[in-house]
């Protein structure tokens, strides 16, 4: 065990690193659909002229 | 206890600049009408008891637009503590159409007089003292674009709110007044007493919300009409337009005494522009050059030197900070003798010897010395004498050398040159990556993820960022110094010809940032009919997002030739124009073409300031976006692009038998008409539809940038080697003008509030690229190559078809019908 972690323990931490990052990504998206912001459209929508309805 | 401070005014009087500067907030400002359509609130530098509300322009306080209606209600229902009302010094008659309804609200008004940089320019004078008297309310000169007297003006406002009660100065004819004192009297007792003057005059309008917010019964309501009507027959005219014409009559009276006019009836300096970029014959020409120059510029020469070091240097191998030119010297030396090497083994075959041998040995790592003396030696018996053109970049030939058994020997020995042994070398991120992931042992698989998925996918993205920026600087100048908004009005006279107004170029207009804000914006459009055509044909215009696929193709598959990137603006111009004819020319859309008035504002020079903050809020969302969406789908494409099955098991294959692979080819047979039918290109129009980007970052990873350009070679050779120019330029127009991506074909959805009308838009955009782009490869194909074939066919009765509906005569439609104007022409 303590063997295998060492050996691996690169592609442990960056692979942490990587699920760490793409699940914040995925939950700041879920977060942002929730809230009636585009999850695709980056325009920044406090001055986006649709959005006065 | 906080203040609130209400910024009112004119469109485009400068509203947004002075909330920018008042609050150091970052709101987008443009040099055109209708900027700002809701409410925004920020605290005053300095003092952060005081709230300033950024109010959308309105020419009047009567309910005419969404805009004028947000900004009344906010003034009437929220009541803030004080109205700073900018307006406009070189167009007062105007402007105080709106202050003298101010003033009647009840709500104390500090009065902002703004571009008096420009008043004084002119040489005109506006006696502010006077004007204030005349209008009972503090007077304060101003520059918002200049920062001058802003703070001065913030501050009256503080010291007048709460403190200072505004009494409107103007009265109306005895009769008028006769009529508002006994509505006053009949419906708004209840009401205090400074606001009973506004209610009554919007009651003697017949104002329809107000009527139905003070919920007057029908007895009131009958006993006012008859006192209105009475007024009405006297002035032989409507109330409101009798209000009207009584209000600039008091606002002439005021200007004959408070402003003297320098060059009274002369041009101003932007009507002598406008003379020559409006004029009939230059406007579109003008038009033309100046959208040309912008595409070119940001695309061709700054942005390709630019996106070169982006792609080139910090998503590929790196850059020189210092000794740059000794290592592309030295580069270029290294090149001649691998160059040498390779004609001399050319020469040795076609002289029938035996070169598979040396060949061989010298790919591998250690090359057998044995063999390669050997072949010296046959080679020089032979002899064998080679000849090798160096060109330059331009393919120019520079000079011709002879390379002999001596030269091949020597040439096997030149090294290639690190470029970290010249001057600062600064390794790129994939090479940094990579260094790091081999150091710590990562897992191959996590190592491809991350070099050859992400920074591969999202660096192909991120690589453009440069060229967009210069980009959004040229039309963040174009739309703050006025020209956007004579845009529209040239390309009104061009439109209406074709059945579009100019009111659809707005939504175009925006649409060239992004798409979704741009369909949106069609909602202005009373017409129905002509909002629904604007909805279907705003995203033919290239958005921020295409333009990476613009600077690619164009850089990859046409050496970045000038034509490229300003023919995809122009394409998508004449999409929408072709659109507008064959559109208008079916039952769904014929008839009259809706009126389009706008103001068009002054020329003005603007800021670096605004300029670089409209560009970084257009940038930082293309980033944002690229951290976001685009790695999510730069994982998806690397997984199912790298895994499958084979031999009965799921794991890691080859990519031509990649999940990605096989989806690509049930699809890619449908591109093959218009020459681009592998899988590679089919899936990168497919993830194109995720975000536009897209289909730059798949293929990255396709096309692997990330790994050639660790190798030193071009780093888009393997793209350039599957495209002819015609299936590039094929590939380019139909991604330019298919269905846009997801975010936008929602916006459609929204806009058009009906499956069938949503369907009928993505549909006619899809076959209306596919049609294009299958006329582009076919016909071209045909006229440059003589090539002849069903393709060939096909492409000609595409053309047909489309010259038909564009050349048919028109259809009888239903007459027009839309809402109040409430622009003014100037």
């Known amino acids: 065990m303590f063997v295998f972690l060492a050996e691996n323990i690169g592609t442990i931490l960056v692979g942490m690193a990587v699920f760490g990052i793409v699940s914040a990504i995925i939950a700041k998206m879920i977060r942002d659909k929730r809230n009636g912001k585009s999850i695709i459209c980056g325009s920044d929508c406090s001055s986006c002229r649709s959005n006065r309805c | ?826």
């Not at chain 2, 009840?106 to 003292?129: F, Q």
């Not at chain 2, 100065?169 to 004192?181: N, P, Q």
């Not at chain 2, 202005?524 to 696929?549: H, N, Q, W, Y």
Request: glycine share 10%; aromatic share 10%; proline share 4%.
């Open chain 2, 1 to 826: 206890m906080p203040i609130t401070i209400a910024l009112a005014g004119n469109p485009n009087s400068g509203k947004t600049t002075l909330f920018n500067a008042l609050t150091g907030s970052n709101q987008f400002v443009g040099n055109w009408p209708g900027v700002t359509v809701e409410k925004k609130e920020g605290r005053l530098k300095g003092n952060r008891d005081v709230i300033v509300a950024d109010l959308p322009g309105i020419y009047s306080l009567s309910p005419y637009s969404l805009e004028e209606v947000i900004a009344r209600n906010y003034l009437i229902d929220e009541h803030p503590d004080v109205i700073l009302n900018i307006i406009d010094g070189t167009n007062l008659e105007r402007n105080l159409f709106l202050t003298t309804q101010l003033t009647e609200l009840g709500i104390p008004v500090v009065l902002a007089i703004n571009m008096m940089d420009v008043v004084k320019k002119n040489g005109d004078k506006i006696n502010t003292s006077q004007l204030a008297k005349e209008l009972g309310c503090q007077v304060i000169e101003i520059s918002a674009l200049k920062g001058t007297g802003i703070m001065e003006a913030a501050k009256a406002a503080v010291d007048t709110a709460g403190n200072v009660k505004t009494i409107p100065r103007h009265g109306f004819s005895g009769t008028v007044e006769h009529t508002l004192a006994h509505i006053e009297e009949a419906a708004l007792h209840d009401l205090s007493e400074e606001r009973r003057r506004w209610y009554s005059i919007k009651l003697f309008e017949r104002d329809e919300k107000i009527i139905a917010k003070l919920k007057l019964g029908q007895e009131q309501v009958q006993h006012i009409e008859d006192s209105i009507k009475s007024c009405e027959t006297e002035f032989d005219n409507d109330s409101e337009s009798i209000v009207t014409s009584e209000r600039y009559a008091y606002i002439e009276s005021i200007i004959k005494g408070c402003v003297k006019i320098k060059n009274k009836g002369s041009l101003s300096a932007s009507d002598k522009i406008d003379r020559i970029v409006t004029n009939r014959w230059l406007a579109f020409p003008i038009f033309a050059l100046v959208m040309f120059i912008v595409y070119f510029v940001s695309v061709t020469t700054v942005g390709t030197f630019v996106t070169d070091w982006a792609n080139d240097g910090v998503f590929g191998e790196g850059w020189h900070l210092t000794g740059g030119s000794a290592y592309e010297e030295a580069a270029g030396n290294f090149e001649i003798e691998r160059l040498k090497v390779e004609v001399y083994l050319t020469a040795a075959r076609e002289a029938g010897l035996n070169a598979e041998a040396v060949a061989e040995t010298l790919e591998s790592e250690e090359p057998d010395e044995a063999v390669v003396d050997a072949f010296i030696a046959d080679a020089s018996a032979a002899p064998v004498a080679a000849q090798l053109d160096v060109t330059d970049e331009e393919g120019n030939l520079e000079e011709t050398l002879s390379v002999s058994a001596t030269d091949f020997k020597t040439a096997l020995t030149a090294e290639e040159p690190d470029p970290a042994d010249f001057g600062v070398w600064v390794p790129g991120v994939p090479v940094i990556v990579g260094r790091f992931l081999e150091a710590i042992n990562c897992a191959e698989w996590l190592q491809g993820l991350i070099l050859d998925g992400i920074i591969a996918g999202v660096g192909a993205v991120l690589g453009f960022v440069p060229q967009m920026l210069i980009l959004f600087i040229f039309l963040a100048f174009l739309e703050s110094c006025g020209y956007m908004a004579r845009i529209a009005f040239i390309m009104d006279r061009i439109f209406r010809r074709f059945g579009l107004s100019g009111k659809s170029f707005i939504p175009i207009l925006i649409g060239t940032g992004c798409g979704v804000p741009g369909i949106m914006a069609s909602r202005t459009i009373e017409s129905e009919r002509d909002r629904r055509m604007t909805v279907i044909t705003t995203t033919f215009i290239p958005c921020g997002a295409k333009l990476p696929i613009i600077a690619l193709i164009s850089g990859a598959l046409f050496n970045g030739a000038w034509w490229v990137a300003p023919s995809s603006y122009f394409v998508g111009m004449a999409a929408i124009v072709c659109s507008g004819i064959i559109l208008k020319k079916t039952k769904l859309f014929a008839g009259d073409v809706s009126p389009f008035v706008m103001e068009l504002p002054a020329y003005h020079m603007p800021t670096a300031g605004n300029i670089l903050r409209s560009m970084w809020e257009r940038g930082w969302s293309f980033i944002k976006k690229a951290g976001t969406i685009i790695l999510l789908a730069t994982i998806l494409v690397w997984f199912t692009s790298g895994f499958g099955w084979a031999d009965g098991s799921f794991g890691m294959v080859d990519m031509s038998d990649s999940i990605l692979a096989r989806l690509g080819s049930l699809i890619a047979p449908l591109f093959a008409p218009l020459g681009w039918g592998n899988w590679r290109a089919a899936v990168a129009a497919v993830t194109g539809l995720v975000a536009k980007e897209n289909v730059v970052g798949t293929f990255g990873i396709l096309y692997g940038f990330a790994e050639v350009s660790e190798d030193g070679i071009e780093v888009w050779s393997e793209l350039s080697a599957a495209f002819t120019g015609l299936a590039a330029f094929s590939f380019l127009v139909f991604n330019l003008l298919c269905a846009p991506c997801f975010a936008a074909i929602g916006a459609i959805k929204r806009e058009m509030n009906n499956a069938g009308w949503f369907f009928i838009a993505i549909a006619y955009q899809c076959v209306i690229a596919y049609v294009v782009s299958l006329c582009i490869y076919q016909l071209g194909l045909f006229f440059s190559a003589g090539n002849f074939g069903i393709g060939t066919v096909a492409g000609f009765l595409s053309l047909a078809g489309f010259l038909f509906l564009l050349l048919r005569p028109e259809l009888k439609g239903q007459p027009l019908k839309t809402g109040g104007a409430f622009g003014i022409n100037a």
